[in-house]
């Protein structure tokens, strides 16, 4: 079930870098399956896992995540 209160831009970003899933996971050092699952709402990524992923698509993680209460920290260029 996913977090309302978490907005991602994940995939949007990732697919913007032009990379699959399972480019994004290896570069990330996770499987498939968990860029998938966050990427889905299914599971909030822990801290480690959020750097791990913001340092894979060179970006921070503030422009990744964010509380939805609050909206994204800064728009898209």
Request: charged share 20%; aromatic share 4%.
């Amino acid at each position: 079930m996913s977090d309302p209160r978490l907005g991602s831009r994940l995939k949007e970003v990732r697919t913007a870098a032009g990379l699959t899933q399972v480019e994004l996971a290896a570069l990330a050092g996770v499987s498939r399956k968990t860029v998938n699952t966050v990427e889905n709402g299914v599971f909030v990524p822990s801290t480690i896992l959020a750097l791990s992923l913001a340092r894979a698509l060179n970006t921070t993680v503030e422009d990744l995540f964010w509380l939805v209460d609050s909206g994204p920290s800064r728009p898209l260029a």
